[in-house]
């Protein structure tokens, strides 16, 4: 058994059906609330991901189904078959869904499976990235310390030694480094 509802709610993009039955999101995917009156200013945001709507003018909100069922004065019922015939869903409402429906709901469902899925691996992976980066970073830093704690008594006395002046005028890290430089071409 389907739950249409659901498949509805799943299936559609609330920017697409608002658009479709008159609606006109803006780049940020408001629109102007047509349940409250007078909103100019476009108080109803349009979620994405089956999240659905809300009006932060009049505070109504739910799911695209709830949508088109206060907009076109229709129950939820007749709104999901509204949008089943619409949209061109296929769904099985009034009947049983036949093999070949189920096997097509089927295989939505797997590939929006596997969307997840491959969105899960994809942010497993950043995480571990900048997780290697950040120790790779501090194994640099560790290793250039320690490379200036090993200089032998000639190569420290080779160092550029900051006079007076230049100790004011340079802050420490790049007194550090041109103290790098001259240790590595030594
Ligand atoms: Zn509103």
Known sequence: MVDIFKEVRERLNMEDVARHYGHKPNRAGFI???????????????????????????????????FVALDLGLSPL???????????LGLPIDRRQTPAERREAEQAAQRRREVADTYRAF???????????NACFREAHLLQISSLDRLTE?????????????????????WLASCWGAARQS
């Open 32 to 66: 102007r609330c047509p349940f409250h009156q007078g909103d100019r200013t476009a108080s109803l945001k349009l979620y994405p991901g089956g999240r659905g709507w809300h009006c932060f003018g009049c505070n109504q909100g739910g799911s695209v189904i709830d």
């Open 154 to 174: 000639r190569e420290a006395l080779a160092l550029p030694k900051p006079s007076r002046a230049s100790k004011v005028k340079q802050s420490a890290p790049t």
């Open 123 to 133: 942010d497993q992976w950043r995480t571990d990235t900048i997780n290697k980066l």
């Open 78 to 88: 007749d709104a999901v078959k509204r949008l089943n015939m619409d949209f061109a």
